[in-house]
Structure formats: structure tokens, C-alpha cells
């Protein structure tokens, strides 16, 4: 991987490498990059056995990540989510179904995975629907979302064209 301007740093008790391999094997365009390990020295701070990964560079669809091992300190919440954007169901369904494995659903396309980290499984087409000049159909693509746990672009296409 080449050095990036930016990337977003996910915070892991000590699951780093295992969340790296879980992500990286449900997105096609995925790349694990450099990983770092914590050695002897800092152990009185980190608590983490000599070998045991720190730091994992990894890409997701073009975006630059980095896993951490930092320990119980802090823990994820849906404050921060990660958003994927699908132009078909099949996308949609893909992400959805590897993603909640073990996690979470939530309404509007948000979903919580095994480990704690946020998504949206989302239409690429939503941001058009809710920005639309009519507000009937702004309306009724917005009803349909809000009854939706995983998002569905047939009832979403039938809410927009008032179906």
C-alpha cells in the first residue's frame, strides 16, 4: 500500500487482526498493508504479549484504515459509522449479510458488526430520492426508509415514483 494523506484509526481491545481479515475478506477491492507488533519494551503501559499485533494497515474500497490494538480504553458506538454506498440490491444484501454476522441490525440501513463498528448499507441513489425538488416524493421515500432495517431499492424506487 502507498502512504496516504488520511485514514481512519479503529480503536480494538485486542481483536485488530482479527477484524483486518474479517473486513478485508467481504470487500473484493481490500488490501492488508503494513502491520506493526508490540515488542517487550511498553509493556508495563500496553499489557499486550511480545508479538501480538499493535497496528494494522488495511484498504477498503479505496479508503485507508488502520486497526489498533489499544486496549479496554475505549469502545465504538454510533457516533461514527462507516458508509458504504451500493448501486444494486445485490451490494446492498452482500454488505448487509456479511456485516450483521454476529452483530447487529438497525433501522435505515445501519447495522453494528461483531467487533462494535457502525455502517450504513445504503443506495447510492437515497442521496437523490431525499434531495429531490418535490417534497411529496422526498416524503415518501423518507416513510418507506424509516420502516426499513436493511434497504430495499425496489420499495424505494416504488416510494418515489408513488407506487
Given at each position: 500500500?502507498?502512504?496516504?494523506?488520511?485514514?481512519?484509526?479503529?480503536?480494538?481491545?485486542?481483536?485488530?487482526?482479527?477484524?483486518?481479515?474479517?473486513?478485508?475478506?467481504?470487500?473484493?477491492?481490500?488490501?492488508?498493508?503494513?502491520?506493526?507488533?508490540?515488542?517487550?519494551?511498553?509493556?508495563?503501559?500496553?499489557?499486550?504479549?511480545?508479538?501480538?499485533?499493535?497496528?494494522?494497515?488495511?484498504?477498503?474500497?479505496?479508503?485507508?484504515?488502520?486497526?489498533?490494538?489499544?486496549?479496554?480504553?475505549?469502545?465504538?458506538?454510533?457516533?461514527?459509522?462507516?458508509?458504504?454506498?451500493?448501486?444494486?440490491?445485490?451490494?446492498?444484501?452482500?454488505?448487509?449479510?456479511?456485516?450483521t454476522e454476529d452483530g447487529e441490525e438497525g433501522p435505515c440501513g445501519w447495522l453494528k458488526d461483531k467487533f462494535?463498528?457502525?455502517?450504513?448499507v445504503t443506495p447510492t441513489l437515497l442521496n437523490t430520492y431525499l434531495t429531490d425538488k418535490d417534497p411529496i416524493?422526498?416524503?415518501?421515500?423518507?416513510?418507506?426508509?424509516?420502516?426499513?432495517?436493511?434497504?430495499?431499492?425496489?420499495?424505494?424506487?416504488?416510494?418515489?415514483?408513488?407506487?
Open positions: 500500500m502507498k502512504k496516504e494523506e488520511m485514514a481512519i484509526c479503529l480503536w480494538y481491545d485486542n481483536r485488530a487482526e482479527e477484524a483486518v481479515n474479517f473486513y478485508t475478506s467481504i470487500f473484493k477491492d481490500s488490501e492488508i498493508g503494513d502491520t506493526s507488533r508490540f515488542g517487550k519494551e511498553g509493556f508495563e503501559h500496553h499489557g499486550m504479549p511480545e508479538g501480538t499485533v499493535m497496528a494494522m494497515n488495511f484498504r477498503l474500497n479505496k479508503f485507508n484504515f488502520i486497526a489498533l490494538n489499544g486496549g479496554p480504553i475505549f469502545k465504538f458506538n454510533e457516533a461514527v459509522s462507516i458508509v458504504i454506498y451500493c448501486d444494486t440490491q445485490e451490494e446492498i444484501d452482500h454488505y448487509w449479510y456479511k456485516l462494535g463498528v457502525s455502517w450504513q416524493k422526498r416524503s415518501r421515500v423518507s416513510t418507506a426508509m424509516f420502516k426499513m432495517f436493511k434497504m430495499d431499492i425496489a420499495k424505494m424506487n416504488q416510494a418515489y415514483n408513488g407506487e
